[in-house]
């Protein structure tokens, strides 16, 4: 009777065991919390700025983006300038000049994190005459960007070839891309300097159009590999910045790797351009993409890059870059 109520005992001590450690485990399981990520406004423009961070987004929509990301997508650079001077958003995609400008205007208050977009820039020829920038001279060329980037760069890819703009070539400026590719697809214009992804829709209404000259890979030869054509970035806030170093680092490498896929997985890339409102027609966007110049240059690659091209358009109107070459306090360099 002693041992069948031993055994009774030891039995429930050993079921009292049991079942403190099945409380102890409960208990460890929900003070378990999840990670709270970082809650990111950004703003993100049409066209091929945009690109690159549509497989973000769509990470960021199935909920396993690393940070809390609140996208909005706008149709203008002067959007961007608003919403990033109101704090309404951290980070945004703007072209390299406007953010220039806007280091400026805040007074430092953002920074430069990453170049994501090359030249998307190119000559466009209906025959088979041009094969060189040389080859430019004595040609009429429509163009749209009079007092901005297109302008200074067409202007300093001539000088650069030994071709004076104001004497050797007839520049026709016309007030926007629409007006240019009509031009272009009636036969109006023969020779004209124009953006992706407006190639791509004016060859698709005329197909004999050539595209005869990149000029990004122009602008490397013309400055001796010395600089790039870097005409969009990703910037952010500088108060938001030093406030969340980690955001920010996983957000640069979730962004790299989004452009890694979008110059890669093009028709996914495609249609994500569509469903999120960067371009029109994944069509289109697949047939563009590859002209894109979409590319993920940080730190001192970016610096060395692209601070020749800032002077160039310093040099053509120091109100492009916002009246002054800005200092090294606007790039963001985590390896200094």
């Known amino acids: 009777m002693k041992i069948k109520k031993g055994v009774m005992i030891i039995s429930a001590l ?5 079942m403190l450690s099945g409380c102890r485990d409960d208990k460890t399981d929900l ?9 990111v406004n950004a703003a993100v423009i049409k066209g091929p700025s945009g690109i690159g961070m549509v497989n973000l987004m769509e990470l960021n929509a199935s909920g396993t983006a690393d940070n809390d990301y609140n996208f909005t997508v706008v149709s203008s650079p002067d959007e961007i300038v608003s919403k990033i001077s109101n704090k309404e958003v951290d980070l945004a995609t703007p072209p ?3 953010a220039a400008t806007l280091y400026k205007k805040t007074s430092g208050k953002v920074k430069m994190l990453a170049a994501s977009t090359k030249g998307v820039l190119y000559i466009l020829e209906d ?9 430019l001279k004595g040609k009429t060329i429509y163009t749209t960007g009079q007092g901005a980037n297109p302008e200074y760069i067409l202007k300093y890819i001539l000088t650069k070839n030994g071709i004076d703009p104001e004497k050797d070539v007839n520049i026709i400026y016309k007030t926007d891309n629409d007006e240019l590719a009509t031009l272009l697809a009636t036969g109006a214009a023969s020779v004209a300097l124009v953006p992706e992804p407006i190639v791509t829709s004016v060859k698709a209404k005329k197909a004999e159009l050539r595209v005869a000259l990149d000029m990004t890979a122009e602008w490397e030869k013309a400055s001796g590999g010395k600089s790039q054509l870097l005409m969009g970035c990703v ?3 500088t108060e938001f910045i030093e406030n969340n170093p980690e955001a920010v680092a996983k957000f640069l490498a979730e962004y790299e790797t989004s452009i890694s896929k979008a110059k890669t997985e093009i028709d996914s890339t495609a249609a994500l ?8 027609k994944a069509a289109v966007a697949k047939a563009a993409l590859p002209r894109c110049g979409l590319t993920y ?5 970016m610096i060395n890059h692209i601070k020749g091209y800032f002077d160039v358009l310093f040099a053509a109107n120091p109100d492009s870059v916002g009246g002054t070459l800005p200092n090294d306090e606007f790039y963001y360099n985590p390896q200094k």
């Open 14 to 18: 050993v079921l009292l065991l049991f």
């Open 31 to 39: 003070s378990a919390t999840t990670p709270v990520k970082t809650k």
């Open 96 to 98: 390299t000049n406007l």
């Open 127 to 135: 025959g088979d005459t041009i094969k060189s920038a040389a080859d």
């Open 235 to 237: 910037i952010g806030r």
């Open 273 to 280: 351009c569509e469903k999120y409102g960067i371009i029109p």
């Open 297 to 301: 240059i940080d730190g001192n690659d």
